[in-house]
């Protein structure tokens, strides 16, 4: 909100800007160069300076309506011609249509001799004419400085470069000028002191045998800028800067899901895969399976029937496409059909922007859904670790906002702290699997952690990572008392407790047979007593019966007599 | 007169004598152009009298003629011929200078 007003207010506020339509350059100066002004490009031999030059008239011309006048004190109009002809700009075609005009300026200071007060009138009238005669608003003068060599007397040089470069203001030239990079200034005659608005500095260094341009606006005078160096290359589009810190994280994310090719994998990661879009790191020493786990990742995308870049930097296609043939992962149909495209290179073959460059021209005419870098660490043989770090950021906010989903793997060195050494990495990473050795009982057995994935519920166990002639399998690990055993180890802990259960089983079936049989014998003697209690009371009752018999008979007998007798009824009987 | 040039005669094809074509470019009627022509003027009179042309050029009225020499300082005396091209800048105060600049006095 803020940098938006601010930008309003700069353009209101007076300084207007020129779009030079260098790629990237525009971002890192917030719009451009200084609009009616001059600009300092400073740089040693070799450094991009004249291409900078011709690059800003090229597309001002082309892609901004603005002829522009080259004036060159070093190269022929042929040379310089034919010079950029190899990055793409035809100046014939420019100079037919009235929309560039190149000037040669050759002195030879051998022909020249001094002999008492000049100007340069006769350069700003060369100047003037070329700028009329096409209608020119952007102007370079490439290398002005060497005027200093075929002139004497700097004093007055250095007077009527001032005046120059007022007088490029006053005609309302967006100009840029070259100066040859100095032992202690930044250019060789001081040209910075007349030349204060905007300085841009290349540099041209190598480190490794390995070259790398970069770029750094070094002052601007009332405009925010960015200022870092930045890494530019020149290819055969031009000049490209690369404005790594400056691409924001705006991308949008999409929650779709995506399945990693590995189906116990997609179990661990919420039991769907990774999120579409998001950037995956696995990393792992050497012959952890890292390369496997990015072929099926491949192979899945591509029966989805999505696109995929695989960049090798460490095998040959045929190599990658023979190996993990052996794990049943069959990339050559994919190939035929069209679905996936091979990009192998050395990393050494040239600089990491080079090779940033050649990815993204791959991406942008593949148009890929998936891409895998294998290993993106063999990278750092061109340049330090900061480096890649920083064009795998510009790498996956390009595939980020392209909705691509990025996997790399990196290579830890065996050893060290295996996520230690990744931490550069990790930050950029949404899903880091980490693929590792696991060492015991003298095997070496393959392991696989989650260490963290974004966004999404995930498993925190350890797997065990096979490679079978059917591709990857991930298999729960033993974790028991022993710690985590892996292999044969695992294999025969399992058999150990599957024979202790086995035991135990049949423990317990012997047991319940011992029960059954002691409830049988219970219930046979339950059943006699019950017969003993039954006789006992049929006993009881057939004495109870003989009882009453006995007593009615003896009651009979009893009345018999008494009736015998005559005895009347005593009360003792009546109660009876 | 017949002086140091003398130790180099080239024949002048068109006029079948050693003629010496100079050309002066200034940019307007200054004080400094003004001084530069007067300046070779007496110059000429003094070593070249009879075999010298002198072509006056105002760049502010053809300034594409400031491309073909290669003129950048003003003002600038060309000698086209006897050749080799020789361009001399400054006022032509210093007449030392200027006999140098133009052959007739070998440099010191």
């Given at each position: 909100?803020?940098?938006?007003?601010?930008?309003?207010?700069?353009?209101r506020?007076?300084?207007?800007?020129?779009?030079?339509g260098?790629?990237?350059?525009?971002?890192?100066?917030?719009?451009?160069?200084?609009?009616?002004?001059?600009?300092?490009?400073?740089?040693?031999?070799?450094?991009?300076?004249?291409?900078?030059?011709?690059?800003?008239?090229?597309?001002?011309?082309?892609?901004y309506?603005?002829?522009?006048?080259?004036?060159?004190?070093?190269?022929?109009?042929?040379?310089?011609?034919?010079?950029?002809?190899?990055?793409?700009?035809?100046?014939?075609?420019?100079?037919?249509?009235?929309?560039?005009?190149v000037?040669?300026?050759?002195?030879?200071?051998?022909?020249?001799?001094?002999?008492?007060?000049?100007?340069?009138?006769?350069?700003?009238?060369r100047?003037?004419?070329?700028?009329?005669?096409?209608?020119?608003?952007?102007?370079?003068?490439?290398?002005?400085?060497?005027?200093?060599?075929?002139?004497?007397?700097?004093?007055?040089?250095r007077?009527?470069?001032?005046?120059?470069?007022?007088?490029?203001?006053?005609?309302?030239?967006?100009?840029?000028?070259?100066?040859?990079?100095?032992?202690n200034?930044?250019?060789?005659?001081g040209?910075?002191?007349?030349?204060s608005?905007?300085?841009?500095?290349?540099?041209?260094?190598?480190?490794?045998?390995i070259?790398?341009?970069?770029?750094?606006?070094v002052?601007?005078?009332?405009?925010?800028?960015?200022?870092?160096?930045?890494?530019f290359?020149?290819?055969?589009?031009?000049?490209?800067?690369?404005?790594?810190?400056?691409?924001?994280?705006?991308?949008?994310?999409?929650?779709?899901?995506?399945?990693?090719?590995?189906?116990?994998?997609?179990s661990?990661?919420?039991?769907?895969?990774?999120?579409?879009?998001?950037?995956?790191?696995?990393?792992?020493?050497?012959?952890?399976?890292?390369?496997?786990?990015?072929?099926?990742?491949?192979d899945?995308?591509?029966?989805?029937?999505?696109?995929?870049?695989?960049?090798?930097?460490?095998?040959?296609?045929?190599?990658?496409i023979?190996?993990?043939?052996?794990?049943?992962?069959?990339?050559?149909?994919?190939?035929?059909?069209?679905?996936?495209?091979?990009?192998?290179?050395?990393?050494?073959?040239?600089?990491?922007?080079?090779?940033?460059?050649?990815?993204?021209?791959?991406?942008?005419?593949?148009?890929?859904?998936?891409?895998?870098?294998?290993?993106?660490?063999?990278?750092?043989?061109?340049?330090?670790?900061?480096?890649?770090?920083?064009?795998?950021?510009?790498?996956?906010?390009?595939?980020?906002?392209?909705?691509?989903?990025?996997?790399?793997?990196?290579?830890?060195?065996?050893?060290?702290?295996?996520?230690?050494?990744?931490?550069?990495?990790?930050?950029?990473?949404?899903?880091?699997?980490?693929?590792r050795?696991?060492?015991?009982?003298?095997?070496?057995?393959?392991?696989?952690y989650?260490?963290?994935?974004?966004?999404?519920?995930?498993?925190?166990?350890?797997?065990?990572?096979?490679?079978t002639?059917?591709?990857?399998?991930?298999?729960?690990?033993?974790?028991?008392?022993?710690?985590?055993?892996?292999?044969?180890?695992?294999?025969?802990q399992?058999?150990?407790?599957?024979?202790?259960?086995?035991v135990?089983?049949?423990?317990?079936?012997?047991?319940?047979?011992?029960?059954?049989t002691?409830?049988?014998?219970?219930?046979?003697?339950?059943?006699?007593?019950?017969?003993?209690?039954?006789?006992?009371?049929?006993?009881?009752k057939?004495?109870?019966?003989?009882?009453?018999?006995?007593?009615?008979?003896?009651?009979?007998?009893?009345?018999?007599?008494?009736?015998?007798?005559?005895?009347?009824q005593?009360?003792?009987?009546?109660?009876? | 007169?017949?002086?140091?040039?003398?130790?180099?005669?080239?024949?002048?094809?068109?006029?079948?004598?050693?003629?010496?074509?100079?050309?002066?470019?200034?940019?307007?009627?200054?004080?400094?152009s003004?001084?530069?022509?007067?300046?070779?003027?007496?110059?000429?009179?003094?070593?070249?009298?009879?075999?010298?042309?002198?072509?006056?050029?105002?760049?502010?009225?053809n300034?594409?003629l400031?491309?073909?020499d290669?003129?950048?300082?003003?003002?600038?005396?060309?000698?086209?011929?006897?050749p080799?091209?020789?361009?001399?800048?400054?006022?032509?105060?210093?007449?030392?200078?200027?006999?140098?600049?133009?052959?007739?006095?070998?440099?010191?």
């Amino acid at each position: 909100m803020t940098m938006a007003k601010e930008k309003t207010r700069l353009l209101r506020g007076g300084l207007q800007k020129v779009r030079t339509g260098i790629e990237g350059l525009d971002e890192i100066t917030n719009g451009g160069l200084p609009k009616g002004r001059p600009t300092l490009v400073c740089g040693g031999a070799g450094s991009g300076k004249t291409l900078f030059g011709v690059e800003f008239l090229v597309r001002g011309a082309t892609q901004y309506n603005e002829p522009g006048v080259f004036m060159s004190f070093e190269e022929s109009a042929e040379e310089l011609t034919k010079n950029v002809a190899s990055l793409g700009f035809d100046l014939n075609r420019l100079t037919a249509s009235k929309r560039l005009l190149v000037d040669y300026v050759h002195i030879e200071r051998s022909e020249i001799e001094e002999t008492g007060e000049y100007d340069l009138e006769g350069l700003f009238i060369r100047l003037g004419n070329a700028i009329d005669s096409i209608g020119a608003k952007r102007v370079v003068l490439d290398t002005i400085e060497s005027l200093f060599a075929g002139l004497p007397n700097p004093s007055v040089l250095r007077a009527e470069l001032r005046r120059l470069f007022r007088w490029l203001k006053k005609k309302g030239m967006t100009a840029i000028i070259t100066g040859e990079r100095g032992d202690n200034s930044l250019t060789r005659h001081g040209l910075e002191e007349y030349v204060s608005d905007c300085v841009i500095l290349l540099d041209h260094r190598v480190a490794n045998q390995i070259s790398t341009r970069r770029l750094r606006v070094v002052k601007y005078r009332g405009s925010i800028h960015g200022t870092n160096e930045f890494p530019f290359l020149i290819d055969e589009r031009g000049l490209a800067v690369m404005p790594i810190t400056s691409l924001g994280l705006k991308h949008t994310v999409t929650s779709q899901r995506i399945s990693t090719g590995i189906p116990r994998l997609d179990s661990m990661l919420g039991g769907k895969g990774y999120f579409r879009g998001s950037s995956i790191l696995v990393s792992g020493t050497a012959g952890t399976g890292k390369t496997s786990v990015a072929a099926h990742f491949v192979d899945a995308a591509c029966r989805r029937g999505e696109r995929s870049v695989f960049f090798a930097f460490e095998e040959s296609p045929s190599q990658v496409i023979r190996n993990m043939r052996s794990i049943g992962i069959d990339l050559q149909q994919w190939m035929g059909k069209g679905l996936l495209h091979f990009h192998a290179e050395r990393p050494t073959v040239y600089g990491l922007e080079a090779h940033l460059a050649s990815m993204e021209k791959s991406i942008n005419t593949f148009k890929p859904k998936v891409v895998i870098v294998d290993p993106v660490t063999n990278l750092s043989s061109v340049a330090n670790e900061a480096d890649v770090k920083a064009m795998l950021i510009r790498l996956l906010d390009q595939m980020k906002s392209n909705q691509t989903t990025t996997l790399f793997t990196t290579l830890t060195a065996s050893g060290g702290s295996l996520e230690l050494t990744e931490v550069g990495m990790s930050s950029i990473a949404d899903t880091w699997l980490l693929l590792r050795d696991i060492e015991i009982g003298g095997e070496r057995n393959r392991g696989l952690y989650i260490l963290k994935s974004r966004g999404m519920a995930h498993s925190n166990q350890i797997r065990e990572f096979l490679l079978t002639n059917k591709g990857v399998d991930l298999i729960d690990v033993y974790v028991g008392p022993s710690g985590v055993l892996t292999g044969s180890a695992r294999i025969s802990q399992e058999s150990q407790e599957r024979d202790i259960e086995m035991v135990h089983q049949k423990e317990i079936e012997r047991r319940k047979l011992n029960v059954e049989t002691k409830r049988k014998a219970l219930e046979a003697q339950i059943a006699s007593l019950h017969a003993q209690f039954q006789a006992e009371e049929q006993e009881l009752k057939k004495l109870t019966e003989q009882e009453t018999m006995r007593q009615r008979s003896v009651l009979k007998l009893q009345e018999k007599i008494a009736r015998m007798r005559k005895e009347d009824q005593s009360s003792e009987r009546r109660k009876r | 007169m017949k002086t140091k040039a003398a130790a180099k005669p080239r024949r002048n094809s068109k006029h079948g004598k050693d003629i010496w074509e100079l050309r002066l470019y200034v940019a307007g009627q200054t004080p400094k152009s003004i001084l530069a022509f007067a300046n070779l003027k007496k110059i000429c009179e003094e070593h070249l009298k009879g075999k010298y042309h002198i072509e006056m050029v105002d760049l502010l009225q053809n300034p594409r003629l400031a491309k073909g020499d290669q003129i950048i300082a003003i003002p600038t005396l060309v000698r086209k011929l006897p050749p080799p091209l020789k361009k001399i800048i400054g006022d032509l105060s210093n007449k030392e200078r200027v006999l140098v600049g133009l052959d007739l006095r070998p440099r010191i």
